[in-house]
T-cell receptor, first 114, second 118 residues
Framework: AQTVTQSQPEMSVQEAETVTLSCTYDTSESDYYLFWYKQPPSRQMILVIRQEAYKQQNATENRFSVNFQKAAKSFSLKISDSQLGDAAMYFCAYEVQGAQKLVFGQGTRLTINP | GAVVSQHPSWVICKSGTSVKIECRSLDFQATTMFWYRQFPKQSLMLMATSNEGSKATYEQGVEKDKFLINHASLTLSTLTVTSAHPEDSSFYIC??????????????FGPGTRLTVL
């Protein structure tokens, strides 16, 4: 079974600075998708970014980018120019091939200091 | 983006009663929906996959007689917590991909339902 591990329960960063959230996973599949979801205090889950394992190029979405290291099974999220609205729980997720269901990591609570 | 709603957003019930939670896709049809459970300050744990027109698929360790799932239409899935007990108190979240099947499709999540069993 696939597993997803986020080893940082909490992180904090100064506003306008850059922060990186870590995620590792375990799978025997060769093609898969990885996601980062954000859960703000409202608890509404929001997709931040996704990465297909077959694509070597790291995904980027405005201030959000990933560092995808397939061999190391690592999928970190970099947030540049952090904003107060970025404060939330961030979950790394693996999509189980053929089932569309997601396996989530434990989450990292990100605090933005003004 | 697509919208998924849940009702109620918050429910309190007495131990031994049953509670029904609805999950609706408002602007797309969802042949598949997922139900998650989230304990305070913890991650989302998948409970089951809800399939329109067929039986739900439950994850290992989830009691299917306890958590009844019905996917009656292409826009509605319901989760019924039967004979609820205080340990069932949790935050329940549903999600649905706009596109069924395939890989990498964005899941749209409902806002969640907080269940408190007294």
């Amino acid at each position: 079974a696939q597993t997803v591990t986020q080893s940082q329960p909490e992180m904090s960063v100064q506003e306008a600075e850059t922060v990186t959230l870590s995620c590792t996973y375990d799978t025997s599949e060769s093609d898969y998708y990885l996601f980062w979801y954000k859960q703000p205090p409202s608890r509404q889950m929001i997709l931040v970014i996704r990465q297909e394992a077959y694509k070597q190029q790291n995904a980027t979405e405005n201030r959000f980018s990933v560092n995808f290291q397939k061999a190391a099974k690592s999928f970190s999220l970099k947030i540049s120019d952090s904003q107060l609205g970025d404060a939330a729980m961030y979950f790394c997720a693996y999509e189980v091939q053929g089932a569309q269901k997601l396996v989530f990591g434990q989450g990292t609570r990100l605090t933005i200091n003004p | 983006g697509a919208v998924v709603s849940q009702h109620p957003s918050w429910v309190i019930c007495k131990s031994g009663t049953s509670v029904k939670i609805e999950c609706r896709s408002l602007d797309f049809q969802a042949t598949t929906m997922f139900w998650y459970r989230q304990f305070p300050k913890q991650s989302l744990m998948l409970m089951a996959t809800s399939n329109e027109g067929s039986k739900a698929t439950y994850e290992q360790g989830v009691e299917k007689d306890k958590f009844l799932i019905n996917h009656a239409s292409l826009t509605l899935s319901t989760l019924t917590v039967t004979s609820a007990h205080p340990e069932d108190s949790s935050f329940y979240i549903c999600s649905a991909p706009r596109v069924a099947g395939g890989l990498g499709n964005e899941q749209f999540f409902g806002p969640g339902t907080r269940l408190t069993v007294l």
